[in-house]
Nanobody, 121 residues
Framework: QVQLVESGGGLVQAGGSLRLSCPAS????????MGWYRQAPGKERELVAI???????IYADSVKGRFTISRDNAKNTVYLQMNSLKPEDTAVYYC???????????????WGQGTQVTVSS
C-alpha cells in the first residue's frame, strides 16, 4: 500500500555530513508526522527527530544542534541533514510516517527498510 525508501546513507569520517531522504509513495490521502529513528548494533531503536505536518520538530538531545529534519509535503518526502557526525551516530537509520491511506480512514504507521550510516573515527 505504502512504500518508504530511505537513501543517502554511507561511510563518512567523523566531522563529516550526510543527507538522508525518504519519499513516501502508494495509497496516500494525507501524511501526519514523519520522523527518523536509528538502531545501533545491540541497542534498541531510538527516536532521532520528528516533524509534524505543520513543521514542528522534536530532536533527541544527542543530535540537537547537529541534525536538521525537514519535509517537502508536495513530494511526500522527509529529509535528515546530519552535520558534525560522530562515531556514536553509527546505526541503521529508518524513516517513519503516520499516513492516512484514504479519506475517513485511521492513520497508520509505516517504516522504511533502513539505510546504514557509518562514521569512522
Amino acid at each position: 500500500q505504502v512504500q518508504l525508501v530511505e537513501s543517502g546513507g554511507g561511510l563518512v569520517q567523523a566531522g563529516g555530513s550526510l543527507r538522508l531522504s525518504c519519499p513516501a509513495s502508494g495509497s496516500i490521502f494525507s501524511i501526519n508526522s514523519m520522523g527518523w529513528y536509528r538502531q545501533a548494533p545491540g541497542k534498541e531503536r531510538e527516536l532521532v527527530a520528528i516533524i509534524s505536518s505543520g513543521g514542528n520538530t522534536i530532536y533527541a538531545d544527542s543530535v540537537k544542534g547537529r541534525f536538521t529534519i525537514s519535509r517537502d509535503n508536495a513530494k511526500n518526502t522527509v529529509y535528515l541533514q546530519m552535520n558534525s557526525l560522530k562515531p556514536e551516530d553509527t546505526a541503521v537509520y529508518y524513516c517513519n510516517a503516520e499516513i492516512v491511506n484514504y479519506r475517513g480512514y485511521p492513520r497508520r504507521g509505516y517504516w522504511g527498510q533502513g539505510t546504514q550510516v557509518t562514521v569512522s573515527s
